[in-house]
Each structure stands twice: as structure tokens, then as C-alpha cells.
């Protein structure tokens, strides 16, 4: 399956050399938002070479760039297509492109329309100018609820095999029955991390997502113990469990800051710095209560 | 971004006011409501706000603008940091291919 278009200029609907450049990646699903938003109109459509990668990803690495888009506008010839030097781009590529650097290069003129593609024909049918809410950023609860299947996927490969080893080393020293509750305690933890953790971000407390992934699988915890008979846990294993299961849904919501638009790098890199000793310091915690607990019973 | 707010004092956007020229392109290209135009000079009205993205560095033509840019996300600066030092296993996911 492929998610690319060819890059270069394309028509929609019967443009003349007047008619306003539009600049996207060649995403599939870029493309398509872009063209169907535009459907009825009639717009030039520059499609970069981004190798499929949607426009904020690629703004990043460089692709959705200044080099990229020179390069583009001489190979479609669009200075003989078009008669103005107009280009039009969305406001989340101007991480990777420079304008005035644009203007040296090619004479175009770069602006930064809309956050949105949907937004294009208001921006279009205001003689091109946005508004505030056409410049914002959302990200709601349906927003962050699309991204969690793809990231369950993405952890299931690094966890399960270490469900299974949890099973397994479990299943050796305290049997089938305590092996398969620890194996899916610990799936349970992931999950809430992943989906739990993003889906209530605005709802749990503080703003590192280190620490609202830690209330999450505290919460995790605490309707575990309460629901499947935490009494009869003993106390090195709720003990270890309130230490464990809360560090490893931490660590999961700390790795959603790469699916939201509002995290920094140097946020992030204070809250790895601070929260992964503690998340392994609480893991190694609960390992050695385990143990302990098994060597003096 | 309404109804979200990351961490505070760690941004590492500059703005050199003496420099700015007044274009206005940072409060165009910022998604996040970081600047202003006060008169003829750009002002950093929200710099708790920067996620540290470089559009305006990039795009400000009298380089007046400087911040350490880069993506904020975990998973990411996990496998950079296991790439780096060589570390086996882990590697080949990540978000952003």
C-alpha cells in the first residue's frame, strides 16, 4: 500500500494564471484533505516531494523545506504557469520552510494560511487573510482518541514479549494463577498509559505527562485492587504492585508528548531526565519486595 | 493551545528586540500564540507556550529569533539516544517513520 502522490503541480478545477498556488505534501491523506476542501474551485496545487510524510512531520525533518520547495517551483515551471508569485502554505510547514530564503530563490512570495486545510476556502473567500480560530491549534478528546489504536500497535511489539517474560518468570516461582494475573496486570498498565493517560490529559493533574501517567496508573491500581480481591494480595504484592503498575503507565503517557502539538524538546528532556530514574527506581523497588517477600515467606 | 499548558521556564526562545524589524512573520508562522506586535516591534507575550518548533527562527528574515528547536517527544529522543550509543533491539519504530 502506498501513501504517496507524485510530486509536482497539479489542477483543480480549470485554473488560470491568476489563480492562487496552494502548497501541500505528498501524504496521501494530505493531498486529499487539501484537494477535497478545495473541490469546486480553481487552485494550483504544488505538491512536494515529503516521501509520503504529512506536512508537520516533514516540516521537521527538512522535507517539507526551503531546498524542496525552490526545486519544486523551478522543475513544474510554474513561473511561466502562473502570471502572479503568490504561494500560499500551511502555517505548520513554517518549521521547515524559510520565506524570505524563498523569496531570495525563487521571487515567490510565501504566506501561512490556516492550521487547517478545511479552512482554505474562508481563508480564499476573505481575499486571503485568517482569522484567530483559523491560526489555533485543537486538540480535543476526538482528536487524541484517533491517535490511540496506531499507538497500542506501536507498543504491543516491545510488550508483549515482555508480558510474556513477566508470565513466565512468574509461572516459575509463585505459579500459573499468580503468573497470569502479574502478565495482565501489566497489559493492563500499558493500556492505560496509552489510551487511559491521553484520553483524560486536560482531566489528570499537573503538566508533565510523566506525572499524569502516574496518577493514571494509580487509579489503574486502586480499582484493580479493589475489583479483583486485593485483600488477598499480600502485602509485598500490592505493594510492589502500587509501585510497578504506576511507573509503566508513566512511562507510556511520557511517550504520547510525540503525538501531541504543544510539547517541547526541552520539556521533555527534563521530564526523562527526572521521571525515567524514578519509573526505574519504582520498577526495581517492586522487584526486590517481591523477592524479598518470596525469600522470608 | 486552550485547555493545555506543558511545563513552564524551559523554552529556550530568544527574541533579540533590537534586531526585530517589524515584519511580523513570527506571530504568522507561531502556532502557538507566542508573539504580538506591540507598535512596530515583535513581543513575546506567551513564551511558556513555545513547543520549541523553530518556525520562527526559520522564517525571522533579520535573525532576530533564536531557540534551541526540536521535536518534543519521548519515544523519539529514547531511540536517538539508543541509536547513538549502539544499543541494539528498540530501534525501527518510532512515530514519524
Redesign the interface.
Known sequence: MTFMVPPGLYAIGAPDSEAPVVVTANYKMSYDLVRRALCGRNVWLLVLETYG?NVW?A???GTFGTGELVHRIEKSGLDRVVGHRRLILP??G???????RVKQRSGFDV??AT?RAADLPAYLDRGGSST?AM?????NWYDRLVLIPVELV?AA??VLPAAALIYLVTRLVWGADAAAAAAAAFLGAVCTGVAIGPLL??LLPT???AVKGAFAGALYCALLYALAGGVSWGGAATLAAFLALPAVSSFYT??F????????????????RLGLPVMAGALGGALFIVMAGRLLV | MKGFRYLQGVATLELSTPLCIGCGRCVEVCPHQVFRMEGKRAVMVDRDACMECGACALNCPAAALKVDAGVGCASGMIHEWLRERKIPGFGGGGCCG
Do not use: D, Q, W
Not at chain 1, 94 to 100: F, I, L, P
Not at chain 1, 135 to 139: D, G, H, Q, T, V
Not at chain 1, 257 to 272: H, W
Open positions: 510524510i512531520c516540516a521537521g525533518k502555517i505548520l513554517a518549521a521547515g520552510v524559510s520565506a524570505h504566506t501561512y492550521m484567530p491560526r489555533e491549534l485543537r486538540f506501536l511489539k516491545p490529559l486536560p503538566r508533565s505527562f511520557l511517550n508528548t510525540g503525538c501531541t502539538t504543544y510539547t517541547s524538546k526541552s520539556g521533555v528532556k527534563k521530564e526523562m
